[in-house]
């Protein structure tokens, strides 16, 4: 009687271990339909595409932070060399280099190497050019209406050398 039990026992435990290296042998391979196989594709193209995208915006993060460093950096360098102060006080002087010329009778001379004066004294958007060292040199001016509690002129100026802006600001 022991070795029946023995025998059903050993048995037993040979069945388990067979089932259950049976369980995780691989399943043979199932050949895939046309269209399973272009479902598959699609999806990996998918993959790889939401990763370029994702490549992609972060470059632009990137571009678009050092943009905006720079903008900071070249408005604190207007600031501080008053730049915007000083381009509309010669904007004003270039005016007057325009008056000036054109009056008859009295010796006024341009600035040295300054030629070729020319502008326009409109109160709205006054401008000035003129010639120095071969260079063409022009101030634009766009100025907003008063805008109520603020006491100083609000508008934009831009200084363009040989008709190309070199310099656009607010002020």
Same mark, same amino acid.
């Given at each position: 009687?022991?070795?029946?039990?023995? /025998? @059903?026992?050993? +048995?037993?435990?040979? +069945?388990?271990?067979?089932?259950?290296? %049976?369980?995780?042998?691989?399943?043979? =391979?199932?050949?895939?339909?046309?269209?399973?196989?272009?479902?598959?594709?699609?999806?990996?193209?998918? +993959?790889? @595409?939401?990763?370029?995208?994702?490549?992609?915006?972060?470059?632009?993060?990137?571009?678009?932070?050092?943009?905006?460093?720079?903008?900071?950096?070249?408005?604190?360098?207007?600031?501080?060399?008053?730049?915007?102060?000083?381009?509309?006080?010669? /904007?004003?002087?270039?005016? %007057?280099?325009?008056?000036?010329?054109?009056?008859?009778?009295?010796?006024?001379?341009?600035?040295?190497?300054?030629?070729?004066?020319?502008?326009?004294?409109?109160?709205?958007?006054?401008?000035?050019?003129?010639? =120095?060292?071969?260079?063409?040199?022009?101030?634009?001016?766009?100025?907003?209406?008063?805008?109520?509690?603020?006491?100083?002129?609000?508008?934009?100026?831009?200084?363009?050398?040989?008709?190309?802006?070199?310099?656009?600001?607010?002020?």
């Amino acid at each position: 009687m022991t070795q029946s039990v023995l /025998l @059903i026992l050993l +048995t037993a435990v040979a +069945t388990w271990l067979i089932m259950g290296a %049976l369980k995780y042998v691989p399943r043979p =391979f199932k050949a895939l339909s046309l269209e399973e196989k272009e479902a598959g594709r699609a999806k990996h193209i998918g +993959t790889q @595409i939401d990763g370029a995208r994702d490549r992609a915006s972060m470059a632009e993060v990137e571009r678009n932070k050092l943009a905006l460093a720079k903008a900071v950096k070249a408005a604190l360098w207007v600031t501080e060399t008053r730049l915007n102060v000083a381009v509309p006080e010669l /904007l004003t002087i270039a005016q %007057l280099w325009m008056g000036q010329s054109k009056l008859r009778g009295k010796k006024w001379k341009a600035p040295e190497g300054v030629s070729e004066i020319e502008g326009l004294d409109d109160p709205e958007s006054p401008w000035a050019g003129w010639n =120095f060292n071969d260079q063409h040199w022009r101030i634009e001016a766009q100025w907003l209406p008063a805008i109520k509690g603020v006491d100083d002129d609000v508008g934009t100026c831009k200084v363009l050398v040989d008709h190309e802006v070199v310099l656009d600001m607010t002020i």
